[in-house]
Nanobody, 129 residues
Framework: VQLQASGGGLVQAGGSLRLSCTSS????????MAWFRQAPRKEREFVGR???????YYADSVKERFTISKDNTKNTVYLQMDSLKPEDTAIYYC????????????????????????WGQGTLVTVSS
């Protein structure tokens, strides 16, 4: 199983970017997938998740600004990032569930890293002020 994240780059504050994560070996109509990010000198944090059935969860810091969607026919998940802020600067990682058809029993479980079994290599997003 491999995940390939792409779409990062440099953008001004207030701008938009769309990240993509394509899977080889895992079908997103069976496995949920999440985005995490790690800013310089900070721990990795949860950004959002889309379940195998399409249910989405977001961290409070990105709600109303970021949107996760997927195209099961392309085995690709997207992270649309709007109204970007300098504090969104980070390496963004995609990760896929360790188990198929997993549904977090509580919303906060969506961000638990241990439930994700494979991680992509990360793509850098830089937001200038």
């Amino acid at each position: 199983v491999q995940l390939q994240a792409s779409g990062g780059g440099l953008v001004q504050a207030g701008g938009s970017l769309r990240l993509s994560c394509t899977s080889s070996g895992v079908a997103f109509n069976t496995y949920g997938m999440a985005w995490f990010r790690q800013a310089p000198r900070k721990e990795r944090e949860f950004v959002g998740r889309i379940s195998w059935r399409g249910r989405v969860y977001y961290a409070d810091s990105v709600k109303e600004r970021f949107t996760i969607s997927k195209d099961n026919t392309k085995n690709t998940v997207y992270l649309q990032m709007d109204s970007l802020k300098p504090e969104d600067t980070a390496i963004y990682y995609c990760a896929v569930d360790r188990h198929p058809q997993y549904n977090p029993s509580r919303p906060e479980y969506a961000g638990y890293e241990q439930q994700y079994g494979v991680w992509g290599q990360g793509t850098l997003v830089t937001v200038s002020s």
